[in-house]
Each structure stands twice: as C-alpha cells, then as structure tokens.
C-alpha cells in the first residue's frame, strides 16, 4: 500500500516539553467497520475501504508511513478545577497536508497508554466511537465547525468498563488539537518562552491572515472569542448540548470536539443536562454561553504574561477583549436565532427580539420539542396538538405581520429558514437504537440509515419521518457519561 497520508509533524518543532513520543499498542484482531471513504477523498487521503492493510493502519497495529505519534501535552479546568491531563488515550500520528495545502491532525483516539494515561487503560469502547462518528458527522452535516470521523476499527479485545465492551479505535481529524488547555499547561509548567512560541505557532497555524494587531496573545484571543461566539451561537441553533465544557475539550481553532456526553434537545429546556456527572448543571443547554466566556478568561488568565509584563495592565488589556464576548454573542445568537423563524439580519426589530422571547417562553412552558417547532413555524409540520392552540396561533399572527412590515413574503422567509431548520437531528432513542443494533446484534442497517440521514439534515432522503418523531415519553431518565 502507498503511502497513505502526506505527513508532517510542525507541531513538534515546539519542543518535547509539549508532547511525549509514543507507539500505539497493538490490539487482537483489527477490523475496519466503519470510514468514511468521501472525507478521505476530500483530504487526498490514498485509501481504500477494501484495503485489507487498512485495519491495521487505522488500528495502530502497523505505523503509518511517515508517522512520528505523539500524545500531546496539556492541562485543562474540569467543573472549574486546574488539572493536568494530556493524551491518555489518543495518539497523533501526525498532520496530514491535504492536496490543497491545508493542515490535518490525525489521531488514534483509543489506541493504547500513553505516559499521560494516570490509571486509565488508553482505550474505548466501540459503543462511544460509534457515537462519536454519528454525531460529529451530524455537526458537520448541521454545517457546524467540529472534528471530524475517518473511521472506526474494532479491536477484537475487550475494554472493561461498569461492564465488558467490545474495544474499538477512532481516526479523528481536526485542524489541530490545540486547546485552551494547552495554553494552561504552557503558563502552568512551561517558561514564558514556551508559552510565546505556542502562541506564534497557534496564530501562525490558525489565523495566518489575521494582522497582529497591540500583540500576539491578545490577537489570538481575540480570534479564538470570535471563533466561540459563533460556535456556541450554532449549537444553540440545532439545540446541541455538548455536555463536558471543560477547558481541555475547547478547541483553538473553534471546532466541535470531545464526543462524550453530548446529545441533542428534545423538548425545549434551556436548564436540560443529559450528563449523568452534571448534577449541577454547569453545562445545561443555556447554560454554554456563559461557561465558553468562562473558558475564555481561562485562556486570557494563561497568556497574561505575554499580554503586558505589568499584570495590571495586562489584567486590563484581557479583560477589554473579553469583554466583546456578551455583545457578540448575542448579536450572533440573535441573527441565527431571528432566521430561524424567517427575518434575516437586516430586519432584526426589538419587536423580532421580543417575538422571539415570547416564542422561547412558550416552548419552555409547553415542553415543545426544540426542532419541530421551528419546522412548524417553517410550515414543513402541520400545527396539530399544541400548535393549534390559541397563544401558538397569536403567535403565528404576530409573526406574519412583522414579516409583511419587514418586507418579507412567504417564500422568502422560507427560504431564509430552509439552512437553519434541521429537519432531522440525531434524536438519543434513536442514536441509542442505532448503537444498540451495531454493538449487540452486529447489525449496522440502522446505524448506516441514521448516519445518512444526519449527514444530510436539511433535506434528507427516504422514509425518514418517524425519525423527526421525539421519543414518545420524553427524555426520561436519560443520561450520557464521560470517557467510555
Ligand atoms: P475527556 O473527558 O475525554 O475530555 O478526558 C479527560 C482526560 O482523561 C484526558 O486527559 C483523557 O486523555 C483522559 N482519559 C479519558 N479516558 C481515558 C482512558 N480510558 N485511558 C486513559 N486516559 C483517559
Ligand atoms: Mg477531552
């Protein structure tokens, strides 16, 4: 087999402060269930799904050619405490450059220990992959910035949790898997140098076209509240919770990432939490705005002494640039929010804002489900049961004639509604469902069924309406759980 990636491996020119070398360990029996041949053809990766060398490539059985692994170094605020953590159990095997330039990381998450392991085994369960492909394909497909799924290879060991699991491997794609964390880790243990390098190359990698502007700490904050701003704004479209916040697990370049407890509203509850260890709801649904500012002073807090050398004025200087966050966040959540019911951002009146205040109470207090109310408003769902009631119909009134006073006539407002309205998301019962047919009776129909139809959420194809169906008793009890 050629080579299959073009790799690099830029991150390393920072030193061996920021990473450890490391090998994957070998598994059993790798077998290729799941990958994802179109994304491989859209970073030039040469591979084959029928490739019989594959498995072991992906597995980490057999290195990569051109592959010099690392687990990355890095620290991270966990529910608001300072830890060390690092990769301890993702191995990069490097950065693949795609053939339009542009720069891949490419890890094994589940590949084996790594010397950042602490008492964990390195590995996951082929249930939790599989999950993460579902659902960072379906951020992707919602056209929201995250990680992408190369593929899922099982690994024919056992990976012992609460109870026995099947073990599987994950290949994960980002643009880099530099996080807030890893400017913690550089101001925690490393020198001012470090941390300055860190940050050029961060820049340098991320936002090569951005001017520094007062320097380059501040610069990148900048970037990266900007780059969050929107990325929250987004989840909050599509009602995506993403359930494990902590500083670690938000990316520097503002992608989505760190699939483990995440799921998707069903009926509308800004205070809703589906991790099983966020008893306190830390990071509920309405919560994601105020923890990704939260996050941010954590990044600012970390570059401070590259900022200014006198840490008042640097204190000032962060906290100026932090600052921009609540006013850009609600311009842009607003925007994204206002075209979900049909008014694009010229038209956004106090009487849109109030509209849909007044929408967002409504739902909350009827339990509405998050996606189908906006596919009602859009007119692609009858307004049957709760919709045909009277306060939703004044509602619907009061809409119609703000879009006239805007200007906006039926077919526009739909069509501004169309990319913002999935019709389908990732419902859990139905992930679960998916998971369940794969993992217990190693039948992949459903699972391959759900995929396609999250890959294309806003015009999906096929029999799919009882998958825009919530589940029938609600949510219930369910919960979601960290590192499976
Ligand atoms: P996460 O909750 O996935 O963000 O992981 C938090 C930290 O725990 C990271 O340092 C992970 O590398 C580490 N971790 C999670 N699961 C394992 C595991 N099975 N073995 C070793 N380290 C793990
Ligand atoms: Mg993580």
Same mark, same amino acid.
Do not use: P, R
């Given at each position: 087999m050629d080579s299959v990636f073009q790799f690099n491996h830029s991150y390393?020119?920072?030193?061996?402060?920021?990473?450890?070398?490391?090998?994957p360990t070998p598994v059993a029996a790798p077998a290729l269930l799941l990958f994802n041949q179109p994304l491989a053809i859209k970073l030039g990766i040469q591979a084959d799904e029928n490739d019989s060398l594959l498995a072991g490539i992906l597995s980490g059985n057999k290195l990569a050619e051109g592959s010099i692994s690392i687990a990355q170094a890095y620290a991270g605020h966990q529910?608001?405490?300072f830890t060390m953590l690092g990769d301890g159990r993702a191995i990069l095997l490097g950065e693949h450059i795609s053939p339009d330039g542009q720069r891949w990381d490419v890890q094994l998450k589940g590949a084996g220990p790594t010397p950042y392991s602490r008492r964990g085994d390195g590995r996951a369960t082929l249930r939790a992959m599989l999950r993460e492909y579902l659902i960072s394909e379906a951020m992707h497909g919602l056209g929201i910035s995250s990680s992408r799924s190369l593929a899922v290879v099982t690994t024919g060991d056992k990976v012992f949790r609460e109870e026995i699991q099947a073990g599987a491997v994950l290949t994960r794609i980002m643009k880099s898997h530099i996080r807030v964390g890893t400017f913690e880790y550089a101001r925690q243990y490393l020198k001012t140098e470090d941390l300055e390098s860190l940050t050029k190359y961060t820049l340098n990698r991320h936002y090569p076209a951005v001017e520094i502007q007062q320097n380059a700490a501040l610069t990148l904050l900048e970037q990266v509240l900007q780059q969050q701003a929107r990325l929250i704004a987004e989840w909050m479209r599509v009602g995506f919770i993403h359930g494990v916040m902590n500083t670690d697990n938000m990316s520097i370049a503002g992608e989505t990432f760190d699939y483990g407890p995440c799921a998707f509203l069903n009926s509308y509850d800004s205070t809703k939490a589906f991790s099983s260890i966020d008893t306190n709801g830390r990071y509920a649904f309405g919560n994601q705005p105020n923890i990704a500012h939260w996050n941010l002073s954590c990044?600012? %807090?970390a570059l401070l002494p590259i900022i200014h050398s006198d840490t008042d004025t640097a204190v000032k200087m962060a906290t100026e640039v932090l600052n921009q966050f609540p006013s850009l966040y609600?311009?842009?959540?607003?925007a994204t929010m206002a075209a979900k019911i049909g008014f694009d951002?010229?038209?956004?009146?106090?009487?849109?804002i109030d509209l849909l205040k007044e929408l967002m109470q409504?739902?909350?207090?009827?339990?509405?489900?998050y996606t189908n109310t906006f596919l009602t408003i859009q007119g692609a769902l009858q307004c049957e049961g709760i919709y045909?009631?009277?306060?939703?119909? %004044?509602?619907l009134e009061k809409r119609s004639s703000l879009l006239l006073a805007a200007g906006i006539n039926n077919e526009k407002a739909t069509e501004i509604m169309f990319h913002k309205n999935p019709v389908i998301i990732p419902r859990n019962h139905r992930v679960e469902e998916a998971l369940d047919a794969v993992v217990m009776h190693n039948d992949r129909a459903k699972f391959n069924q759900l995929l396609q139809w999250v890959q294309c959420p806003y015009k999906p194809v096929g029999d799919y309406s009882a998958f825009m169906e919530p589940p029938v008793n609600g949510d219930g009890f369910y919960a979601t759980y960290c590192g499976t």
């Open positions: 390393q020119s920072l030193g061996d402060a920021f990473f450890k070398k490391v090998l529910f608001g405490y990044l600012a %807090n609600t311009q842009l959540y607003t951002e010229n038209n956004i009146s106090n009487e849109v409504w739902m909350q207090k009827e339990q509405a489900d045909s009631g009277l306060t939703f119909t %004044n509602w």
